[in-house]
């Protein structure tokens, strides 16, 4: 059974601040990883993907994967309100469907 | 830029009814999913769909469950007799191999009374 573990929150990051989020997963054989942002009532959107091990940076938003840990997160540098949203953790392999996180529920306050 | 598209955005049904909710995937997509979540609880995989037919379906894909893709553009979801239970919302989602990033539709909530 895949899993995928997050810290439910809320995490509460002041405006201008750093939020940094993480997750583990328990599927050694996963091998796409993916950061998504859900607002109340609406669907996932895509943040960034992460493939290998180490730092991908795209903006504001860096992704880290250590496999070897099954781990990974995400760093939101100088965090906006309209960054205030749940944010999802999923695995994959190309035919399987995403395994996701519960989500943490980021609150960044002005 | 092209998206994914559902309908209907809300559904309600009694207890018992069939239900159809439809997609659109994005148009040079191969691959496409239905996912439900129920009111605050985690995003579920429910069935994966490829070259017209099914790749993988979790636990919760029981025989309630069917999927179509009847044209080439649109791809549905059928519940025979829905269950109080499956009131949710339901993502349809699609993507471009090699690629696997997931692109999500708005989704349908399904109200069952």
């Known amino acids: 059974q895949k899993e995928v573990e997050q810290n439910s929150g809320p995490l509460s990051v002041p405006e201008g601040a750093i939020a940094s989020l993480n997750c583990t997963y328990s599927d050694r054989g996963s091998q796409s990883f993916f950061w998504y942002r859900q607002y109340s009532g609406k669907s996932p959107e895509l943040i960034m993907s992460i493939y290998s091990n180490g730092d991908k940076e795209d903006g504001r938003f860096t992704a880290q994967l250590n496999k070897a840990s099954q781990y990974v997160s995400l760093l939101i540098r100088d965090s906006q309100p309209s960054d205030s949203a749940t944010h999802l953790c999923?695995?994959?392999?190309?035919?399987?469907?995403?395994?996701f996180g519960k989500g943490t529920h980021l609150i960044i306050q002005p | 830029e092209p998206e994914v598209t559902q309908t209907p955005s809300h559904q309600v049904t009694q207890m018992g009814q069939e239900v159809i909710l439809r997609c659109v995937p994005i148009s040079n997509h191969l691959y496409f999913y239905w996912y439900r979540q129920i009111l605050g609880q985690k995003v579920e995989f429910l069935v994966s769909?490829?070259?017209?037919?099914?790749?993988?379906k979790s636990e919760i894909f029981d025989d309630q469950f069917s999927v179509e893709r009847p044209d080439g553009s649109n791809f549905t979801l059928k519940i025979r007799s829905t269950k109080l239970e499956d009131s949710a919302m339901y993502f349809c989602a699609s993507t471009l191999p090699p690629a696997d990033t997931q692109y999500f539709g708005p989704g349908t909530r399904l109200t069952v009374l």
């Open positions: 769909f490829y070259n017209n037919e099914i790749s993988e």
């Open positions: 999923a695995v994959n392999s190309l035919a399987d469907g995403l395994t």
